[in-house]
């Protein structure tokens, strides 16, 4: 299991690397303009609709789906 946590955490950890260079790009190319904001607002909100149902399904079902799972077995 740690394994998978580590792995895990590295596939994060590139995540959040290569949201910072996109988003260096992005402004070298680009600059602080109306439209460099539009996009990233275009971005964020499926990125906030996908977080959502994420966060859901993981405090929801999985806890949920666990529990039916020791009780009734598979």
Do not use: C, W
């Amino acid at each position: 299991m740690s394994k998978r946590v580590l792995v895990i955490m590295v596939i994060t950890f590139l995540s959040k690397v290569l949201g910072l260079v996109r988003e260096s790009v992005l402004i070298h190319f680009y600059g602080f303009t109306a439209i460099t904001d539009a996009f990233v607002v275009a971005l964020s909100i499926p990125f906030l609709a996908i977080s959502m149902v994420g966060t859901a399904i993981t405090t929801a079902f999985i806890p949920r789906y666990n529990s039916i799972y020791k009780e009734e077995g598979k």
